[in-house]
């Protein structure tokens, strides 16, 4: 008997503001992703996600898109802080996020020298128009990350000709220690030399100093990459609480990159038809385990502010969605949610806050409404529900709402 827990997320697919977005984030309040595409292609069907009720989550309907009399369906509102890719999939996964700090590297510069000393490895200071940043064992910069929200981020980068990546990361974990930013970013790839990384070195506000991650030359050969957030363990996660008793998880996509899956199989992609042929081809040669599949052109649509763009990789997703379920068995479960808005008309090219639909499919089972549910940890919660494992950290199962009549 085959027993299935899918996870689609189209990345950055928002249906309305966070009723706290004024107040985290500034703007966000006017915006609703869904809104804005329909409002430039009011003519927009998507077969698929309609019959699963996507309009249901939306609470309207469009011109071509209508309610969905059977569909199982809520909404969720995101827990973390802001709206971000990296911990909207730590959060679904189960973690319970914590609130990071936004600040320059220059508060923690001594910091991360000290527990570095501290831990025997050789520390020397970069200062640059009074600001410092950190080399360790002579290739290993560590400084502010100068592409996401400044302040947000720090990078941990090294050419890997001349040191492992295994090396950077056990680094990268000290930093990570005694920082609460919300991301750590350990990287680095193979052609590239120190002078390179110093080559690539930037000033931006006056107040924060880093290596330009593009300008590094890290991408062009051999590129690793790690993302280490405040507050994450993996071990309160659905992917090590599953494969930790035997249970298969298969990542795919660019959650394969930011979510810890030591025990299962992670494998990196990008373009939307070939993220669903992947899960396609992982429900049919799998019979039981989770499959989590991240869909991030949706997300790089909004960035690039393109509805265009984000109607084409939707239309995709859909097809590929259609293909998805027929393959579902009597016992499987399909879920279709998002990780945050990325509304491509607010103005600006970042993420939004905004609610996520939650689309949920199992067969012979219609008309269940699983509310707004606070945390999007629900959904990992109700994964581990699902396969009688230990709970995430976060999160409460509505599994007992998807009981089919006997």
Do not use: W
Not at 9 to 30: S, T
Not at 157 to 186: H, N
Request: charged share 25%; aromatic share 6%.
């Amino acid at each position: 008997m085959k027993k299935r827990f899918i996870i689609i997320v189209l990345d950055g697919f928002g249906i309305g503001a966070m009723p706290d977005a004024a107040v985290v984030r500034p703007g966000d309040e006017k915006a609703n992703t869904l809104r804005s595409i329909l409002e430039d292609y009011p003519d927009l069907k998507l077969p698929t996600l309609e019959k699963l009720g996507l309009m249901n989550a939306y609470g309207r309907e469009s011109k071509c898109m209508k309610y969905s009399e059977d569909a199982n369906f809520g909404k969720s509102e995101l827990m973390h802080f802001g709206a971000d890719t990296f911990m909207g999939h730590q959060e679904i996964m189960g973690t319970l996020p914590k609130k990071p700090t936004v600040d320059p590297f220059q508060t923690h510069v001594d910091a991360v020298a000290k527990i570095l000393t501290d831990h025997g490895h050789k520390v020397d200071i970069v200062n640059r128009n009074g600001l410092r940043y950190v080399v360790c064992d002579d290739y290993v910069t560590v400084a502010d990350n100068l592409e996401a929200d400044l302040g947000m981020c720090y990078n941990v980068t090294a050419p890997l000709d001349y040191i492992s990546f295994e090396k950077e990361c056990e680094i990268a974990e000290l930093v990570r220690k005694v920082v609460t930013v919300g991301r750590v970013i350990v990287f680095g790839g193979s052609g590239n030399t120190m002078q390179d990384l110093y080559n690539a070195e930037e000033i931006r506000n006056d107040k924060f100093i880093g290596i330009a991650s593009a300008k590094s030359k890290s991408y062009e050969k051999d590129y690793h990459c790690r993302h280490l957030g405040y507050g994450v363990d993996k071990n309160v996660q659905a992917p090590t609480i599953l494969t930790n008793v035997g249970i298969p998880v298969t990542l795919i996509g660019k959650v394969a990159d930011i979510v810890a899956n030591d025990g299962g199989t992670s494998i990196s992609c990008v373009p939307t038809p070939e993220c669903m042929q992947l899960t396609i081809d992982a429900i049919k040669n799998m019979n039981q385990g989770f499959i989590c599949t991240n869909v991030q052109e949706t997300d790089l649509a909004g960035h690039s502010q393109s509805t265009a763009r984000y109607k084409e990789v939707l239309e995709q997703a859909d097809a590929g969605l259609a293909e998805i379920l027929p393959l579902l068995g009597e016992d499987d479960i399909l879920i279709v949610q998002a990780d945050h808005g990325n509304d491509p008309k607010i103005g600006s090219s970042r993420h939004t806050r905004e609610c996520v639909p939650l689309l949920i499919y199992r067969k012979g089972l219609t008309k269940v409404n699983v509310g707004t549910r606070k945390t999007m940890s629900d959904n990992g919660a109700t994964c581990c529900d699902y396969f009688c494992v230990t709970a995430p950290e976060n999160g409460t199962s509505y599994l007992d709402k998807l009981k089919k009549p006997v």
